[in-house]
């Protein structure tokens, strides 16, 4: 026997909060070379979730919307090192670093860094290269970054790679 979901369509306006039960959300811009990408930012209760992957940059539209997050899922896609010194063709390269493309280790450890929030409880790293990168490396980028400026991983905030293929661990709010 099949069930369908029960549900409505929906047409998102950017920047135009819309509720579904008690989350509240907001669609905002990313720069990425396809279409209409969206990163998200989830208000439920007194959390408040950003989404924000496939950054090519962090315009000041992601920016407000990252130090607005006390949990933040974010890219780490690549390792700038392991990206110059990789097998991928030279315009792929180039995507890939560009404003449109995607955001490096680095990028996103100096970002955090430079921005942290006490408000900010746990971050998880994502869409990362499987070419390009490594969840050990992601890591150790931004707990360097953050340690830098005195940011304790594991006791102000939490940090966590999400792997591919591989279920993450359960987080309780």
Known sequence: MHNSLNGSTRYIEKGTPFQIEDFKITAFN????????????????????????????????????????????????????????????????????????HLSNRQTAEFLANNYSSDLRNIWLCHLSGDNNNPELAYQTVESYLHSKGIEVGKQVSLEVLRRNILSSKTDF
């Open 30 to 101: 990313v720069p990425h070379d396809s279409v209409d990408n969206s990163g998200y930012f989830i208000q439920f209760g007194n959390h408040r979730f950003t989404l924000a992957t496939d950054v090519g940059a962090i315009t000041d539209e992601v920016a407000h919307y990252i130090c607005k997050a006390n949990h933040l899922v974010i890219e780490t896609n690549y390792d700038e090192e392991m990206l110059n010194n990789g097998r991928y063709p030279y315009l792929l390269k180039q995507r890939i670093t560009s404003g449109s493309g």
